[in-house]
């Protein structure tokens, strides 16, 4: 596992950590991703996507593309920890089933790499992003919108992603002051 890297102050101690943070919005078909930098109280974008998989090709294949993209991912930006959210249940439960099986694949690839996994509750980022739990997701697109500023969103699971990887920051922050 990578080390965050530090950045030296100008009375030569450290200043901040600076610490690359993967947000995963889980899917079967879709899984979004988003790499931000936090620094201090900053946030910056990294890079953000979308992993389709093949929805003709049986479950295991699937399951194959997504753990190989993320491999890529995981390889090309070399992030210190990861976030993703966790399942909410839905009306249809081969549905949710097959979101369950992405997510756990999803899991073990960032588990397979040595990356801290934070969860978050799909409510718990909306209120962390936005400030209610019921936000809409273009208020979610939005505000990443105004936090990243310039960032170009591949698509709604790239900024939830992202909103994944910000709510870790913000989180792991408060619980570094507590």
Do not use: C
Request: glycine fraction near 10%; aromatic fraction near 4%.
């Amino acid at each position: 596992m990578r080390r965050p890297s530090t950045a030296l102050g100008t009375n030569g101690t450290f200043a901040s950590i600076m610490t690359l943070i993967l947000g995963i919005d889980p899917g079967l078909g879709t899984t979004g991703w988003g790499v931000i930098r936090y620094q201090g109280n900053r946030l910056s974008h990294i890079a953000n996507g979308q992993i389709r998989t093949n929805a003709k090709a049986p479950l295991p294949s699937r399951l194959l593309e997504l753990d190989t993209a993320l491999a890529a991912i995981v390889t090309d930006y070399r992030p210190d920890a990861a976030a993703i959210e966790e399942i909410y249940v839905n009306k249809n439960p081969q549905t949710t089933l097959k979101l369950v099986q992405a997510r756990g694949g999803l899991m073990l690839s960032l588990a397979r790499a040595g990356l801290s996994v934070g969860e978050y509750a799909p409510r718990l980022i909306k209120k962390a992003i936005v400030g209610t739990g019921a936000a809409e997701k273009v208020q979610i697109d939005a505000m990443v919108q105004r936090l990243l500023p310039g960032v170009q969103i591949a698509g709604p699971d790239a900024a939830d992603a992202l909103a994944v990887a910000i709510t870790h920051a913000h989180l792991a922050a408060f619980e570094k002051l507590r």
